[in-house]
């Protein structure tokens, strides 16, 4: 490993290794169409000053950062405002010396003393501080540095590549950083003539590339992906464990999921062939079984679903630790998220089985860009085809789509066998939205607007958030328009997806407090990752907290009013996979759904309304082995559903327990133990092992 080459105290010049061109810029893209900028300046005495904004889906990021390196190329100094990605302000700033260092942020605060090289991990950042880290880890002994507020950032060089464009070669490197998240973060370096920020790519979604070089982001985006798929691909080998079948779970406590209750007594489960084979009474003599769980009086129950994802490779391992074997993706890139498909279905990638809806929007200023976006009602029923050619059973419409073409389109979408949800179009209120023929509605945020939302209120912006929280607390649930509305979703059925767990923490957290939705479980988390718990990316003030808790309370409410009333709910999550689903029904519960209600939404409903209850979402015989095996008893503490002793998805076998530690995460639960016996019935699953 080199020798560092500047004490570690002395600001550098301009003209240092560590240091990038004068005036560097990048084009930011989401899902292939430009987005944004980040633009690097360096100063003549060193100082690296950053602007970086973006806007997608109607909000993002406007961030200014000031920086000075250590001779080390680690920060001296680091400053950050700006505005949030909806709308919080932004004022964090990081400084060191010989006496320790200090940070503070509107969530935080703390001081330290750091011996040596030191990296610091901001709350909010730009692309750039990725790349000082590089250039810092790479001058460190074995590529590794501790940081703070705490933990260790590693490097890895993993593979190096020419581009050319205009005439112009660069020698550039893929290097992935870990430390920073519970996933890995990948960053492309030019390495000659500068050794500086190339590109940062998350594969199908971002891409923030070198000006002039926006040609080559194909190129990295494969090179990148091909990397972090033989990662994953090691990774589903090690952590899934295919046990020689038949199996049998012993002593099981068995949820009726159909039914919402637990079976009398305790069972025994047989699997086979990646089916569910037989259950019979406890203490039943196995013919000839291959392996032998003991339930030991845990709770058997389906697999969750979760009915709202927007699906990614490291999304979908912590969708299996969560205990989740489907997921609907409601809108991505459709290219990537096929490929996703393909290589989670081969198990070459570890994930729950996607079920993917067809993402339409119109095109304007607010868009979001995946899917498919149409600027007709002809392109609109064009893009409707090119979903129904795929077996897509559901199409979803979005924010920018014209109120003037939803009618003809959910009808020529159910012309076609395809259900209808989606965000209600700017300009239109929910109420119209089912008259015209949705099937489902999307997000209680969506719903809570038919009541508030004026004809001038555009809701492609943050309105759609804002508008809610500064109102909905007035809300009278039992006035007429509220049980009018309540009597229109049961007349039509429309189906609602709450995410009521997406809106918790940034309707309710004060910064610098934990966010809500993982308050009980935030010890689990690495320490960089903890501290990005107690930052809220909505404006939430002591002037406006109040009244925007009760909005929230108002929310959670309504959502129980509507499960009395009869109206299906599905449980998605629209964020982090796994802990939200869990923190989805805790809410349910808190709405006032008994726990094993809660259960039946995530399980029975996630398989009614994906089209797959023949197959999917009870322990019943003929069914997949899509199982859990929970420690205590959800039906009675929802949060129980957190302490997933063992998942079965096709029954293949995985362990949360492993795949948490895998991560970095502090498991909730031991493993539970399969034990091979004798009388294998499938020699050849002998060579696969079991934990």
Known sequence: MAALLFAPWCVLAADSPFISAKVTRY?????????????????????ISVDFSYRENGRGPDLHEEITLAGDGTPLTHRVTGKSTLGAPIDESYERSDAGAQWKSLADHGTSKPVGATLYVPLAQSLEPQALMVRALTQAP?????ALPGGTISLERLREARVASNGVQRSIALYVITGLDIIPTYVWMSEKPQFKLFASIFPGIFRGVESGWESQGDTLEALQKEAEDKLLATLAQRLSHRLPSPIVIRNARVFDSEHARMLPGKHDVYVNWGHIAAIY??????QAAATQIDAKGRVLMPA??????????????LQIAGGVTTARDMGNNNAALADLRARIDSGETLGARIVPLGFIEGKSPYSASNGILVDSLQEAKGAVDWYAQRGYFQIKIYNSFKPEWVKETAAYAHDHGMRVCGHVPAFMRAEEAIGDGYDELTHINQLMLNFFVKPDDDTRTLARFYLIAENAYTLDLDSKPVQDFIALMQAHGTVHDTTLAVFEGPFTQLQGEVD?????????????????????????TPANVDRYRASYAKMVEMVGRLFKAGVPLVAGTDDMAGFILHRELELYVKAGIPPAEALRIATWNGAKYVQLLAQLGSVSPGKRADL?????DPTENISDIRHIALVLKDGVAYYPAEIYETLGIRPFTPAATATALTGIENPADRSVSSK
Do not use: C
């Not at 993982?518 to 320490?527: L, M, Q, R, S």
């Open 516 to 540: 809500p939705r993982y308050a009980g479980i935030v010890a689990h988390f690495p320490t960089v990752f903890q501290r990005g718990l107690y930052e809220n990316s909505m404006d939430v």
């Open 281 to 286: 009474p406890t203490g039943s003599q196995a």
């Open 304 to 317: 969750l679903f979760d009915m709202h994802d927007h699906e990614n490779k490291w999304n979908a391992v």
């Open 142 to 146: 074995d590529y590794k540095l501790p």
């Open 628 to 632: 859990l095996l929970v420690e205590g």
């Open 27 to 47: 084009s930011i893209w989401f899902y292939g169409r430009p987005a944004g900028t980040q633009t690097t300046t360096v100063a003549d005495d060193g100082r």
